[in-house]
Every structure is written in structure tokens, then in C-alpha cells.
């Protein structure tokens, strides 16, 4: 079988784990397509996991309340195992980048990590994933009876419902003590449209000039045309926005259909993040600033000017 | 206790990648100690300057020749000694998570700081392996961390945001921008690192078998439209791009 560990959230389904289940179907591998549901009062998001795949396992328990690496990965290599898996897939979220290389020590197995394609290779499974902060595509190839897969965001359509429901069985696990004690949360609550989800996204940097200018430029802007916001880490650094909005090689990586760039340089950790967008757009005063390079429409000017011009363009 | 800091050698950022013929061609390239490695290097000495018992801060790099001069700068910013593990060609971190496990028990170190994603791999498997084959939990995306007594507390990045967190050593700890501000070696340090012990040591006896190959490397560029416009005349410029979007792109209504 497949082992798909779901992401889910709030008792909803992720996209992700749709994405999973179409990349495990296009990987060309034998056998069940197979959910595994982890968490505590799960039975929706289990039904929902049904519309999916072939099979859902569900392991319902309160220690499984909330995430944690050491449960999340003794709990899929044990199923792994049972079940004689020949891939294992997890999303190539926070989470699913953080339990996936313990479940391929676990399985002393192979770990292809945050792919855009899989395909069934000679004995096993070759992938793509990008390399040095997303400017190179390699090829890597795995092989053995079973291999681990962590999947990239966005990058497989989502699978369609079967339009059946598949089977969904109990499954009993052995689970450790989790040893990372959580003495808080944090939760972002992100206004708008998911980053990762947004068809549009319209970034700030410190080209905005100060936290208000950026609600008044960036998020007006954003709003006029039902976009999501984005940040630079020179503005998250600088307190204006939460790190949950901070687009790069250490916030999130996006490919929306038009990235909209205001007062950012372009630095390539940054570009790491959106560089795949399918169109970029800048605006920022210094014509020779490096993200002129890598931009579909750029408009040499001050951000105080154009955008106010835009947004209200946009609202007519 | 001891700590052990992991340091990778990686293209500098700003330094342009090639390939050819399908492999990655670093010759000519600038290469320096990975940012992700140097906040652990810096939070390690913080640990101690702050008064924590640290008895010895050790560096171990798994990488070819050159990683040397990576290795060099963690000494100079004021580690004891280092480990380098030299290699030839790709090993993939779930290998080479193998040496620094054995490393770390050889070295009875109690605290590993590994890098949050690594700027060459694009990994962030690195850590979270080594905590494993340790049977040692870990905490990923560390932006906030002090020490007491044997229990480490912080703070780290998760799915939706941030959580608070309390851990007993030992423990792998994976560590990212937020948490600290690496020093600059001076220069009468880089002066003293030179006479700090770098030992190397062998690949071969760790037993550390690449399970992922390598097949290709290839760089992928987009072509962009690079298609400016004068921004002078703030209105004209505005609907200009709107235009654009609009009926080239189609992004927007
Ligand atoms: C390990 C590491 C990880 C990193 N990860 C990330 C990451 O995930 N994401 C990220 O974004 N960065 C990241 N960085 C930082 C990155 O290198 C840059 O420092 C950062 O992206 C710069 O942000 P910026 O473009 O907003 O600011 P600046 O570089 O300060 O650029 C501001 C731009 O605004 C323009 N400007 C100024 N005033 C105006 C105006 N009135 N109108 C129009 N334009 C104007 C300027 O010409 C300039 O180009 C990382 C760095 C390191 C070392």
C-alpha cells in the first residue's frame, strides 16, 4: 500500500493531503491508496479523507490531540510496517519536514524530500525537488521496499473524490511519552486568503516605509483586488508583520498566478520563496534593484505614488 | 556538558550557481559557513557566556576538503576544538545523520545544533534524523532558547505559528534566523583558531550508505517578459499595468 499521513486542521481536510493522494497516484506504485488520520475527535475529517483515497485508518486518541514529531513518526512507521507500505508520503509542511526524516531512519529507509514530481523508476521511484534556494531542479532517485516521500505545497493538483466512500478501520498503536513539553501557543490568526492558496499576492518590503504605510499601501492595495499579503524578513524583522506572512527561504514558499512586489530588492533568499510564481510584478524606485531581473512588469518608481494610483485604478 | 554544532560549507548566497552536463559545478565559487549553522555556532557560545555549565563546544562537519575553511571560521568565532568527516560526491543527510549520531555518542555531547534548512540541499532533514537514530527528541525552528540546569526552554515555529516549548537534554535543536546575531571573527581570534585542534577523521568507518542518488542537477530558468514601465506619470503607469494583468497575465478581472 501508500501510506498517506493526513494533514488536517481545525477538523478539516488540507489541500495538501488531497495533493498527496494525487502525487501517490501518478507515482505509479501498486496498491491501496491508504490515509492514515492522526489526531483526537477525528471522525470528520476521517469521512471527509474517505471521498479520497481507497482506505482511511484512523487512530482517535487524546494524546493524539495536537501535533508532535516523536508520536506522529512512531505512529506511521508502525502502520508502515503493519501494513508493508512501499512509500510513505507526509506534506512538505513545518511538520511534515519535521517527522518524515525520523519515519526514513525508523523504516531505514530512503527520504525524498519536498518533491514537485514522483514517478515509479527501476526498482523504486525517482522525484524532482529544487536545490540551492530553489534555483536548481534535481533528479534523485530511491529504491527499496519501502521509501519516504515528504510532498511540496502546491505542486500536484489536488486528487478529485472518487464519489465512493472508502472503507475506514480503527487502528491500535503503541505510542512513546512525547518528550517536547508545549507550555504555549501562538497561533497566527492571518486575516486573508492562505498564502499558499492565494491566486494573487501583493508583498511588501521595506521599501513601504513603516508598518502603517504598509497596511495603507500593501493591504489596500491587496484588498482592491482580492489578494493575499505577503512580507519580506526585513519587515518581519523590523516588527511590522507577523513571521506567518514572510515569503522566502525561511517563510513560505508561494507560485500564485501573479506576485506582486513593492519596495522589495529581490535578495535571493527572498526570491527563493516566489521565484516560481507564474507572473512578477515590481515596483520599486531603483531601476537596476535585482528583482527588475527576474520580473514579468515592473514600474520604476515610488511606491507612495503608484500605488495609491493603483489601488484606486483597481477600485474603478 | 558538551555541545556539538554542526557546520556545512555552502555556495555564498549572493554567488552565482552554475551546472553542466547535469551536475552542479562549484569550481570558482565562493563558498562560506552556512547562516543556518552560524546561529547555532553563535548560540552555543551564548549558552556559555550566559553562564551555562558548558565544558566543551565541538564543531563536526561531514563534507568535502574545502569545508575546512567553514570549520575555520566556527573556530574563529570562539569554538574548542572541530571534526571533519571528509567526503567525496553527494551523501544524503539521512546518511550522513549516521556520523554525526556516532559522533555524538563517541563525544558524549548532550545538546546538537543543526542548521533549520540547509542553503545548498534545501534540506531540513538533517536534525531531525540525527534526533532520531539518537532516540533523542528535538526542537525544529528555534528562534528563542535558554538553558537551566539540564532543561532547555524556547520558543519555535510551527504549522500556524509559534509555540513555547520545554525540554530535557539531551536534545537536537534546529536553529534559524530570530535566534541570535552571529559575531564576526576577530582578528586576533582568527589569529588564536589557528592553533585550535581540527581533527579529521574517516568517512569509511561510519558505515554511512547514501539511500538517495543523485541523478541530475540542472538549472531551470524562467524567461521573464522584463517589460518596464515609466513610472512618471503615476495614473498612465497605473493603468498601464492593470492593462496587463488584466488581458496578457489574466490574473486579475
Ligand atoms: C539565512 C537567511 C535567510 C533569509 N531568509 C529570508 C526570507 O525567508 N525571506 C526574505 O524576504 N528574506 C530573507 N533573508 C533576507 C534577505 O537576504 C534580504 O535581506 C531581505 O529579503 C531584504 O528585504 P527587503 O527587500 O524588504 O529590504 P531591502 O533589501 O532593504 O530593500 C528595499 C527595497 O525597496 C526599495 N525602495 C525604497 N524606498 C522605496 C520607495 N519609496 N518606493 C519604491 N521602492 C523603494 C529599495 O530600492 C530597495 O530595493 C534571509 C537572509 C539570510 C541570511
Known amino acids: ?316 | 556538558m558538551k555541545i556539538l554544532t554542526l557546520i556545512r560549507q555552502v555556495p555564498d548566497a549572493e554567488a552565482r550557481v552554475k551546472a553542466a552536463g547535469g551536475q552542479m559545478d562549484l569550481g570558482g565559487t565562493t563558498m562560506v559557513i552556512d547562516g543556518m549553522d552560524e546561529y547555532g555556532v553563535e548560540e552555543a557560545l551564548q549558552l556559555r557566556e550566559g553562564g551555562a555549565d558548558v565544558e566543551e563546544i565541538i564543531g563536526l562537519a561531514v563534507g568535502p576538503a574545502q569545508t575546512e575553511d567553514a570549520v575555520r571560521t566556527a573556530l574563529a568565532m570562539g569554538i574548542d576544538r572541530a571534526i571533519h568527516v571528509e567526503t567525496s560526491g553527494y551523501l544524503d543527510p539521512i546518511a550522513v545523520s549516521k556520523v554525526v549520531a556516532t559522533v555524538a555518542q563517541e563525544e558524549g555531547v548532550s545538546l546538537i545544533f543543526a542548521g533549520g534548512q540547509q542553503a545548498d540541499w534545501d534540506s531540513q532533514a538533517l536534525g531531525a534524523a540525527t534526533a532520531e537514530r539518537l532516540s533523542w527528541p528535538q526542537a525544529t525552528w528555534t528562534n528563542d532558547l535558554a538553558l537551566s540546569g539540564g532543561t532547555l526552554t524556547g520558543r519555535h515555529d510551527v504549522d500556524s505559528g509559534s509555540e513555547n516549548f520545554q525540554l530535557d537534554l539531551p536534545a537536537v535543536v534546529t536553529t534559524q534566523q530570530g535566534l541570535n546575531e552571529p559575531r564576526y571573527p576577530t582578528l586576533p581570534n582568527i589569529m588564536k583558531a589557528k592553533k585550535k585542534e581540527l581533527r579529521k577523521d574517516d568517512l569509511s568507518r561510519f558505515g554511512a550508505q547514501n539511500k538517495v542518488q543523485l541523478v541530475s542537477s540542472e538549472i531551470q530558468v524562467r524567461q521573464r517578459k522584463n517589460q518596464l514601465i515609466d513610472g512618471s506619470d503615476p495614473q498612465t503607469a497605473a493603468q498601464e499595468l492593470l492593462g496587463l494583468l488584466r488581458n496578457e497575465a489574466k490574473v486579475l478581472n
Not at chain 1, 64 to 73: F, H, I, K, R, T
Not at chain 1, 110 to 126: F, K, M, S
Not at chain 1, 229 to 254: F, L, N
Open chain 1, 1 to 316: 500500500m501508500i501510506l498517506i499521513i493526513a494533514e488536517h486542521k481545525d477538523g478539516q481536510l488540507s489541500k495538501s493531503t488531497a495533493e498527496m493522494i494525487q502525487a501517490a497516484r501518478a507515482s505509479g506504485q501498486a496498491g491501496p491508496v491508504t490515509a492514515l488520520v492522526l489526531g483526537s475527535g477525528v471522525g470528520d475529517v476521517a469521512n471527509q479523507a474517505a471521498q479520497f483515497a481507497d482506505q482511511v485508518l484512523v487512530a482517535d486518541r487524546p494524546e493524539l490531540g495536537s501535533y508532535n514529531a516523536e508520536l506522529w513518526a512512531a505512529a506511521s512507521a508502525q502502520i508502515a510496517q503493519q501494513g508493508q507500505a512501499s512509500l510513505v508520503m507526509t506534506g512538505g509542511s513545518r511538520s511534515g519536514r519535521e517527522f518524515a526524516p525520523r519515519v526514513a531512519v525508523k523504516l531505514d529507509a530512503p527520504y525524498l524530500e519536498d518533491v514537485i514530481h514522483l514517478q515509479a523508476a527501476e526498482g523504486g521511484v525517482q522525484a524532482q525537488r529544487y536545490s540551492y534556494l530553489a534555483r536548481v531542479t534535481e533528479t534523485q532517485q530511491a529504491s527499496g521496499p519501502v521509501v519516504v516521500v515528504s510532498v511540496k505545497p502546491g505542486a500536484f493538483a489536488p486528487a478529485a473524490p472518487t464519489g465512493q466512500q472508502g472503507p475506514q478501520y480503527d487502528v491500535d498503536l503503541e505510542l512513546p511519552q512525547p518528550r517536547l513539553q508545549v507550555t504555549g501557543k501562538n497561533e497566527e490568526k492571518l486575516d486573508r486568503v492562505a498564502l499558499t492558496e492565494a491566486d494573487v499576492i501583493v508583498t511588501g518590503g521595506r521599501g513601504v516605509g513603516s508598518s502603517e504605510k504598509f497596511g495603507e499601501l500593501v493591504e489596500g492595495l491587496a484588498d482592491a483586488i482580492g489578494a493575499g499579503v505577503g512580507a519580506t524578513r526585513a519587515v518581519v524583522d523590523a516588527g511590522w508583520r507577523p513571521y506567518g506572512e514572510q515569503v522566502g527561504q525561511t517563510g513560505k514558499t508561494v507560485q500564485p498566478g501573479a506576485y506582486i512586489a513593492l519596495g522589495v530588492s529581490g535578495a535571493v533568499q527572498h526570491l527563493s520563496g516566489m521565484g516560481k510564481s507564474k507572473y512578477i510584478v515590481a515596483i520599486n524606485k531603483d531601476a537596476d534593484a535585482p528583482i527588475f531581473k527576474v520580473a514579468d512588469y515592473g514600474i520604476v518608481g515610488d511606491v507612495n505614488e503608484i500605488v495609491p494610483a493603483l489601488i484606486s485604478a483597481a477600485r474603478s
